[in-house]
Structures are given as C-alpha cells and as structure tokens.
C-alpha cells in the first residue's frame, strides 16, 4: 500500500486498518521494546494522584498497550479505549481477555473530534501516537478537556520533530530510512511507514505540543522528552 503525502482522515483510518495485525510486533520491532516503558511512564503520570474507582479515557487506543498500561496501574479504575479503526480495537479487546483485563475495558469505536461521552466523564484521558494522525489535534486537544472533570489529568505520549542533536539527528535518518523497510518487511505495508516518518517531521516539537494543550484550555502544562524524538506532555483541565 502506498500513502498519500498528507493523508485524509479516511486514508489514515486505511493505513491502520490495513496494519493492525502486524502492529504491536512492528512497534516492538522498531522501539527495541522501549514503547513497553514510555506506555508505563505515560501510564503513571495520567494516574498521579487521582482518587481510585474513577473513570479512565485511553484516546486513539489502537491495539491497547496504554490502555493495559493503565489498568494494571489502576485496579479499579474502568478504562474506555476510543478509536475509529475496529480492526485495531478487535485486537485490543483480545488483548485485554486474554490478560484478564477484559472485564474493566471497554472498548469504543469513536472519533476523537467528535467523542460520544458526556462532559466531564473522565478523571483521566491518555492518547499515544495518536495526534499526529488526527486532522486538526488543537481541535482534539478541547474534546479531551470536554470530556474530564474538573482537576482531571491528560498525558499525552509523542513522537515530535527532533532537536539537533546528533542522536536526534540519527533517529530522524532511522525512522525516515529503516522504519520504512522494516515496515514493509513486517507488516507488507511499506508506505504506511513511510507516512509515519512525514508524520513526526511535520509535527511540532515538544513545547509546541506543549503550547497546544496550554492554548486547548488545559493548566500547569509540563513535558518531558522520555528518548530522543519521544515526548511525554501532561496538563490538569482546570476546576
Ligand atoms: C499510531 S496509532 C497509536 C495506537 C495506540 N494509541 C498505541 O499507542 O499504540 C494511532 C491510532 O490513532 C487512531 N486514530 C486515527 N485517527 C483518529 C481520530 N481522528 N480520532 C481518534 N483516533 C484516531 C488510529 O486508528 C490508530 O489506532
């Protein structure tokens, strides 16, 4: 499959569709491992000091690894996984069964533009990877302040363009060069990961990402780069 420069909404939910079988094997594959240990991180800051029991939003949930993240992080916690691709979901569904995680995740097919939750649902919303696919991510960004109560918590796990550091320099050239071959390897789908790569170096760095969640509403923003090109940015939706 060859992808478009700039994919539409219904190229993007394609290029998912089309690599949902091979995705989880490819993320591994191509992060030595290392998303396993972002998700945790991502899954950790969500969660900080938030009461038990509540209400967890995993947006763009895909095949399920930050949404397992934070159930297992969150005992009680019930965790909603949206996405608008059901292949990607199905896969996250078998996941959570087969984990025994299946009786606190439910999964939602869903457009993070448009979500059908009610305001102030959640206690905590995480998205990984997932604004750099969406067509308008400020627009996003305001659909996840709707929908958290009141002093709920966002962390949002991303690749962003890189600084100029030799090892950021290199992980560009890997991700532009190698990613896309492995991609083809592995999932069939060379130019699905070859859109990953024109993904990221269009995206902004991590404090304009960081910047957008301040400007969508959300306060006390941070952000932290967890690898070179891998940024972790949380905020609070003010009470
Ligand atoms: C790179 S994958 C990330 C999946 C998962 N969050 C993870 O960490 O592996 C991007 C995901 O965003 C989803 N997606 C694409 N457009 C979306 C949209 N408009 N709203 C919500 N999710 C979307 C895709 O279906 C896909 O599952």
């Not at 191509?30 to 947006?59: K, S, Y």
């Not at 962390?155 to 991700?175: K, M, N």
């Not at 699905?192 to 902004?204: D, G, I, L, N």
Request: with cysteine; proline share 8%.
């Amino acid at each position: 499959m060859t992808a478009p420069t700039t994919p539409g909404p219904a190229q993007v939910r394609s290029i998912f569709t089309a690599v949902a079988s091979r995705y989880d094997l490819m993320n591994t594959l191509m992060t030595f491992g290392l998303h396993h240990l972002w998700r945790r991180q991502t899954a950790r800051i969500a969660l900080q000091g938030l009461p038990r029991g509540i209400w967890v939003l995993d947006l763009g949930c895909g095949t399920g690894d930050l949404a397992l993240a934070l159930a297992r992080r969150a005992p009680f916690a019930r965790i909603v996984g949206a996405d608008p691709v059901v292949p990607m979901l199905k896969v996250a569904q078998g996941k959570a069964g087969r984990l025994g995680l299946g009786g606190r995740f439910s999964p939602v097919a869903a457009d993070g533009i448009a979500l059908p939750f009610a305001n102030a649902t959640f206690g905590a919303v995480a998205c990984a990877f997932v604004l750099r696919n969406t067509p308008y991510p400020p627009a996003v960004l305001r659909e996840m302040g709707r929908v958290l109560v009141p002093g709920g918590r966002l962390a949002i796990l991303e690749l962003c363009r890189f600084g100029d550091s030799y090892l950021e320099r290199a992980v560009a050239w890997y991700l532009r060069c190698v990613v896309p071959l492995l991609g083809g390897v592995v999932t069939g789908h060379r130019g699905a990961y070859a859109y990953f790569a024109r993904s990221v170096e269009s995206f902004p760095t991590p404090p304009g990402l960081a910047e957008w969640v301040h400007t969508a509403g959300f306060a006390q923003v941070r952000w932290r780069r967890l690898s070179p090109g891998v940024a972790l940015v949380w905020g609070v939706w003010p009470g």
